[in-house]
């Protein structure tokens, strides 16, 4: 499911957090320039950009922040036209956008072929190694049962999956990325499966209930956090790259600058997006506040 359909969903949560969101500068970047800093209408996003926003600052670069701006035709127009300066991007969502045709199997083979087709004048930064893709996530009792932890594999339920019920998108029951290439993939024949929604409320529903005890997740949905699942690792990357990256308008950022948010993505895991995440989402704290206490936290503030 792209970031950018997931948008569209959560896009009323993005909004209430738009007060919050209005970053901004005061200090000098030396140039005389504004760093634009946007993001796309989603809570996520929204945090990134703000993430971004005061490692600049910490550095003196003057920034605004735009957020909530909308779906990817959006913004990508606008910082191809230099309205923005800086956005967070996901590596596998924007080469979907750009080709949807290519099939990278390396993050580097991803960024690639981003740069083989983005403007001229946009480029991408370093990724980080946080994620924010789909998942193999399985219940608590499930993980208890079978002495399965956060550093296990998909392929460790190849003997176990016939005992379990597995949810999804309706479309995961025949698509390479769902059940398709969970077989020829990873070898797994589930008990059944369960259609339900691309990681919405059915499927985190049905996880809890334990009508399912397995479902597709995304992995930085603060309810893994709140509910205890465990995240199976992807090894052999079924689910792609869903990489932050931050793509920026050539001219709009100085070397400085660029080696700021490098250091962002240096640091940037699935792990601590994930809590930064649930502090968002769940403890309702501002975004700017979770941006400047995890990069102080990380020695970037």
């Known amino acids: 499911m792209s970031r950018v359909i997931r948008g569209a969903v959560v896009a009323v949560l993005a909004l209430a957090l738009l007060p919050a969101c209005g970053g901004g500068g005061g200090s000098s970047s030396g140039s005389g320039k504004t760093v634009v800093v946007g993001s796309a209408n989603f809570p996520e996003n929204v945090l990134l950009a703000q993430i971004y926003a005061q490692a600049l600052e910490a550095k003196k670069v003057t920034v605004d922040v735009k957020a909530n701006i909308g779906a990817r035709e959006l913004i990508y127009k606008q910082i191809q036209s230099g309205g923005l300066s800086v956005l967070p991007e996901y590596n596998g969502a924007l080469l979907a956008y750009l080709d949807p045709k290519a099939t990278p199997k390396t993050v580097e083979a991803t960024t690639a072929a981003i740069d083989a087709k983005l403007d001229s004048k946009l480029t991408l930064l370093d990724p980080a190694?946080?994620?924010?893709?789909?998942?193999?996530?399985?219940?608590?009792?499930?993980?208890?049962?079978?002495?399965?932890?956060?550093?296990?594999?998909?392929?460790?339920?190849?003997?176990?999956?016939?005992?379990?019920?597995?949810?999804?998108?309706?479309?995961?029951?025949?698509?390479?990325?769902?059940?398709?290439?969970?077989?020829?993939?990873?070898?797994?024949?589930?008990?059944?499966?369960?259609?339900?929604?691309?990681?919405?409320?059915?499927?985190?529903?049905?996880?809890?209930?334990?009508?399912?005890?397995?479902?597709?997740?995304?992995?930085?949905?603060p309810v893994i956090v709140?509910?205890?699942?465990?995240?199976?690792?992807?090894?052999?990357?079924?689910?792609?790259?869903?990489?932050?990256?931050?793509?920026?308008y050539k001219s709009g950022l100085l070397s400085a600058g660029t080696a700021a948010l490098n250091a962002v993505s240096?640091?940037?895991?699935?792990?601590?997006?994930?809590?930064?995440?649930?502090?968002?989402?769940?403890?309702?704290?501002?975004?700017?506040?979770v941006a400047k206490a995890w990069l102080k936290s990380v020695g970037l503030g």
């Open 266 to 289: 240096a640091k940037l895991d699935t792990k601590a997006l994930l809590d930064l995440d649930s502090q968002v989402q769940l403890d309702n704290k501002d975004p700017l506040d």
């Open 226 to 248: 709140k509910e205890k699942h465990v995240v199976l690792q992807d090894p052999k990357n079924l689910f792609g790259f869903e990489n932050v990256q931050p793509l920026v």
């Open 129 to 221: 190694s946080a994620q924010d893709k789909d998942s193999v996530t399985i219940t608590k009792a499930t993980a208890d049962k079978y002495k399965l932890t956060s550093e296990s594999s998909i392929a460790d339920l190849k003997d176990i999956a016939k005992d379990l019920i597995i949810g999804a998108s309706p479309e995961s029951q025949t698509r390479q990325q769902g059940l398709v290439g969970l077989k020829s993939v990873y070898g797994l024949e589930f008990k059944s499966f369960k259609a339900l929604d691309a990681g919405g409320p059915l499927t985190r529903a049905a996880l809890k209930k334990n009508t399912v005890q397995a479902a597709d997740l995304f992995t930085t949905d």
